[in-house]
């Protein structure tokens, strides 16, 4: 069974750092891996989708890298602002069609 | 286009009453999903329905029935509600269940039930 790992489970950071957030997983099996976003009390955002053939993708400010043989993906979001503040989400695919998602990381950007 | 949409946004419940959560999405997608979001538990998929016409059993089915109505619509009905089932319940979309393009869930704002 996948299980999804999201570590810290809180981040608090000052405005205008660059920062990492980590997803592992331990079926390297997968077909795609997705960042959300989740603000508090509302649904989950798209951020970016990797597929299992992709190593990386990148939009805006956000870069988000897979490493399958490892079973590892990172989030990097560069030059943080207080609106980044949210709940970030993993979920992975696997070739049956279901997706795990991880506990998240809640970040805090203080300005 | 409004996407995913959720009909209610909040309910609450008394012990074995019943009720049916409403979605719909604009997008032509193929697939949807119902998921429920409780605290360390990560969100966990109840059913599923992969195309038109085809619902499957998730991780945590019992106490859940689905219709897939349309192509737009999948609702999700409580038949007796337990106070185990209060929870964030979201609904999702995607074009295809597995397999082809890029496959991307998108989600809706979520329904907020508690269970007395």
């Known amino acids: 069974k996948q299980e999804v790992t999201q570590i810290p489970a809180a981040l608090s950071v000052p405005e205008g750092e660059n920062l990492v957030l980590n997803c592992s997983f331990t079926?390297?099996?997968?077909?795609?891996l997705q960042w959300f976003r989740q603000d508090p009390g509302k649904g989950l955002t798209s951020l970016l989708l990797?597929?299992?053939?992709?190593r990386e993708q990148t939009s805006g400010r956000l870069n988000a890298s897979l490493d399958k043989s490892s079973g590892r993906s990172t989030l990097y979001i560069a030059a943080s602002q207080p609106g980044d503040s949210a709940t970030y989400l993993c979920?992975?695919?696997?070739?049956?069609?279901?997706?795990?998602f991880g506990d998240g990381t809640t970040l805090t950007v203080k300005p | 286009n409004a996407g995913v949409t959720q009909t209610p946004k909040f309910q609450v419940l008394k012990t074995g009453q019943s009720m049916t959560l409403q979605c719909a999405q604009d997008?032509?997608?193929?697939?949807m999903y119902w998921y429920r979001q409780d605290p360390g538990m990560g969100l966990r998929l109840i059913y599923y329905?992969?195309?038109?016409?085809?619902?499957d059993k998730g991780e945590v089915p019992n106490g859940y029935n689905v219709s897939r109505l349309n192509k737009r619509e999948f609702s999700l009905r409580l038949e007796s509600a337990a106070p185990s089932q209060t929870s964030v319940y979201f609904c999702?979309?995607?074009?295809?269940?597995?397999?082809?393009?890029?496959?991307?869930?998108?989600f809706g704002p979520g329904t907020r039930l508690t269970v007395l």
């Open positions: 079926d390297s099996a997968i077909y795609n």
């Open positions: 997008m032509n997608h193929n697939s």
């Open positions: 999702a979309s995607s074009e295809y269940f597995s397999g082809g393009r890029t496959n991307e869930q998108f």
């Open positions: 329905s992969a195309s038109e016409g085809t619902t």
């Open positions: 979920a992975v695919k696997g070739n049956a069609g279901k997706s795990t």
């Open positions: 990797i597929q299992s053939s992709q």
